[in-house]
């Protein structure tokens, strides 16, 4: 069966080529103005119809593709594209660890808690404010008098009048005393302190050996007992440091001295303490 072609008449004074014959007609064949319609060239397996608009899709394609897409290349292509805000797989990876750990948005107190925090004094120093810094507590006790003494003598270690304080608080203490004094010849004095206890107990002294004490009872100190070389009727001062570990509140600490037999004037004198608890 044959298929109907339409000749174009060229106006223009043209003609088509010339062909024998042509589904049985003989003469001179041209095209058609304009497109051919669907009815007109029938499709099959080797030919397909392009629309203009599918042609126009064709063109945009080719012009940044080289090849079939694969999802590979669409997902570049997505991924590399500003507009879409896509995660990389780097990214991704990023995301899934946060993810991971955290079930919403991040505040500051969730961001406390999951790092390491620092304290001071068991304070963390987290948040709004100031933290308190505060050491430990200096507890002090002190005695002084002005009341002079004349010809102060003895052969033993003697309390020295109004050279006494009694403990505040329990804890272990350090003493210096201090003694405005002068000498009626040139001689070596003897200093040191004694305890009334307020308790019997052991205490620890200096060289670390254990001392049972009486309570009511007075101990002198002769492991801390220190030596100064005095100037006859020079106007000297007499201070020396102790140290005395586990007082309790209520314990008499005094200041002795020995005179070794001569007379010796003191002024102003006191005796401090400190504890660090």
Not at 15 to 27: E, K, Y
């Amino acid at each position: 069966m044959g298929v109907t072609i339409r000749i174009h008449q060229d106006t223009g004074g043209g003609t088509g080529g010339a062909v024998d014959s042509f589904n049985g007609r003989t003469g001179f064949v041209v095209s058609q103005s304009g497109d051919y319609t669907t009815a007109q060239v029938m499709q099959t397996p080797d030919k397909n119809y392009v629309t203009d608009a599918e042609k126009l899709a064709i063109a945009n394609t080719s012009g940044t593709n080289t090849g079939d897409e694969t999802p590979l290349s669409v997902k570049t292509k997505y991924e590399s594209n500003v507009n879409t805000n896509a995660f990389t797989d780097a990214e991704k990876t990023k995301v899934t660890n946060l993810s991971g750990i955290n079930s919403g948005d991040e505040t500051t107190l969730s961001i406390q808690t999951k790092r390491p925090l620092k304290t001071v004094n068991s304070q963390s120093l987290e948040g709004v404010g100031n933290v308190v810094i505060s050491g430990p507590a200096l507890t002090k006790v002190s005695s002084y008098s002005s009341a002079v003494i004349n010809n102060f003598n003895t052969n033993t270690l003697t309390d020295v009048p109004n050279m006494q304080l009694t403990i505040a608080s329990n804890g272990n203490y350090s003493f210096v005393s201090t003694i405005n004094c002068s000498n009626d010849k040139d001689e070596e004095v003897e200093v040191t302190l004694a305890i009334t206890p307020i308790s019997s107990r052991n205490i620890t002294l200096i060289d670390g050996t254990a001392q049972a004490l009486t309570a009511g009872v007075q101990f002198s100190f002769v492991k801390q007992l220190q030596f100064d070389t005095q100037k006859k009727k020079q106007d000297q001062t007499l201070q020396r440091d102790f140290i005395i570990d586990g007082l309790l509140v209520g314990d008499e600490i005094d200041v002795q001295l020995n005179t070794r037999g001569d007379n010796v004037d003191i002024d102003n004198r006191w005796l401090t303490g400190f504890s660090v608890s």
